[in-house]
Nanobody, 120 residues
Framework: QVQLVESGGGLVQTGGSLRLSCAAS????????MGWFRQAPGKERELAAGIRWSSTSTYYADSVKGRFTISRDNAKNTVYLQMNDLKPEDTAVYYCAADRTTDWKFNKYWGRGTQVTVSS
């Protein structure tokens, strides 16, 4: 049984920073790509950032480029999302996902999410 558990969400003011963490149980972490998705009220879930299992490649949505940084520590089975210069439009539930992907499509494992709220 693989579990992904997110933490680090909360309430922050515009311009502030948060660091999300996602801890993975099971033996899949080092062989799977990881992604951070987000879903705002009334909107579809979108991939905000992704990182290959080898850390050799990353993906960022245009809306977060230059502000968010994804990283992973395979020894700790943990993926991080450093979010800087946060904006009210970053308010969403952030989900961690894991899969073996070729085009950043995640379907296999999902966490339950952590709420990020950015006040103006």
């Amino acid at each position: 049984q693989v579990q992904l558990v997110e933490s680090g969400g909360g309430l922050v003011q515009t311009g502030g920073s948060l660091r999300l963490s996602c801890a993975a149980s099971g033996r899949i972490f080092s062989s799977h790509d990881m992604g951070w998705f987000r879903q705002a009220p009334g909107k579809e879930r979108e991939l905000a950032a992704g990182i290959r299992w080898s850390s050799t490649s990353t993906y960022y949505a245009d809306s977060v480029k230059g502000r968010f940084t994804i990283s992973r520590d395979n020894a700790k089975n943990t993926v991080y999302l450093q979010m800087n210069d946060l904006k009210p439009e970053d308010t969403a539930v952030y989900y961690c996902a894991a899969d073996r992907t070729t085009d950043w499509k995640f379907n296999k494992y999902w966490g339950r999410g952590t709420q990020v709220t950015v006040s103006s």
